[in-house]
């Protein structure tokens, strides 16, 4: 294995084009796992690494991207016990806090972070779920603790965490409404959730619950969707969940209604070395609704390659996906470096 050479996707300064070139395959340190990568998945704060203006992921460039993946154990390091040569994999392991990302054809990952890929979901649509699926449910299970009978809403409930969160929340049992604008409406009620136009505002929310507030409030949008999200929560008991609550904003409605609020930072385990276990753990679970039939992530039809990374990029920022991006990582490297 040693010399063995990889491909990779390197974003060598904020803004400059993505270079597709060599690098050393990763040797796994102890507590760390060799991947193969098949699939990564992109995600939008990937981009704004790559323009340098996501400092709270404390990505220094150059660098590679890439947060999420699906793949193949090649080797395992010292002390890793969970995991063997072939299992099938995915997780969120990289490409934030100085980490190498997982657009490269290899990626040693820490053992914790990884969950055993569902047979129902392909590697592709595997390797755009940790992110989405981990912020899903660290913000409705492990803040807001849905449960059965809650009416919970999903403000914009068509994207990325979103559709995942309406997904989850039906899986225990709560009535779901999401926003959303009027060409999602079709993808909304598909998910099995209300819709509720992102135009109507405060008017669709008191009418949706008869004036009494939704015992959750899951924020994608951030800004003033987050501050109509206090006025649209249940008095004394209502929780308002955010992944976006990074602005400035009066929590009096908030505080009026008696009601609580929580803040999502996905991010923070891989930067601080704390937590990483129960991201491995959120992603089992999730597996087990994906094996069941109850979650899937919703994937843009178009398949990217490795070295059309940058045309990739360029789709999302165009905003004409329809679902999460993939990019199909080709492997061409010698046998030995499973050796």
């Known amino acids: 294995m040693s010399g063995a050479m990889m491909q990779a996707a390197v974003a060598e300064a904020p803004g400059a084009p993505l270079v597709i070139g060599e690098r050393a395959v990763p040797k796994p340190a102890a507590g760390e796992v ?23 992921a404390k990505q220094p460039l150059p660098a590679v991207l890439g947060i999420d993946m699906a793949g193949t154990v090649v080797t395992v390091g010292e002390g890793v016990t969970a995991w063997q040569p072939g299992d099938e994999v995915f997780g969120m392991v990289g490409g934030v ?31 755009v779920l940790p992110l989405i699926a981990i912020t899903a449910w660290e913000g409705l299970i492990d803040r807001a603790q849905v449960r059965a009978g809650q009416r919970v ?11 995942i969160v309406v997904q989850l929340a039906r899986s225990r049992g709560a009535e779901v409404w999401a926003t959303g604008r009027a060409w999602q409406a079709q993808a909304i009620k598909l998910l099995g959730a209300r819709f509720i136009d992102a135009a109507e505002g405060a008017p669709a929310y008191a009418a949706a619950t008869n ?10 949008l951030g800004g003033a969707v987050l501050d109509a999200s206090f006025q649209a929560v249940r008095r004394y008991t209502g929780h308002v969940v955010s992944i976006l609550g990074w602005g400035s904003h009066s929590l009096a409605p908030l505080s009026f209604r008696g009601a609580t609020y929580s803040g999502v930072f996905t991010l923070l385990p891989l930067l601080t ?45 165009g905003g004409q996906a329809r679902g999460k991006i993939a990019v199909d990582v080709a492997v061409d490297v010698a046998a030995d470096v499973a050796a």
């Open 34 to 56: 060799l991947v193969r990568v098949a699939a990564a998945g992109l995600n939008p704060l990937d981009a704004k690494i790559r323009a340098g203006q996501a400092g709270h």
């Open 97 to 127: 806090g100085a980490r190498q990302g997982t657009l490269a054809e290899f990626v040693a990952a820490d053992a914790r972070l990884l969950a055993r890929r569902p047979a129902a979901l392909s590697a592709r649509e595997a390797a």
């Open 273 to 317: 070395g704390e937590g990483l276990a129960h991201h491995g753990q959120i992603l089992a679970e999730v597996a087990k609704l994906a094996e069941a039939g109850r979650l899937r992530p919703h994937l843009d039809a178009r398949a990217f390659s490795l070295t059309d990374t940058e045309a990739a990029y360029a789709w999302m920022a």
């Open 153 to 163: 809403l999903v403000q914009g409930g068509a994207g990325g965490v979103g559709h």
């Open 211 to 220: 004036g009494e507030g939704f015992d959750i409030v899951f924020d994608t």
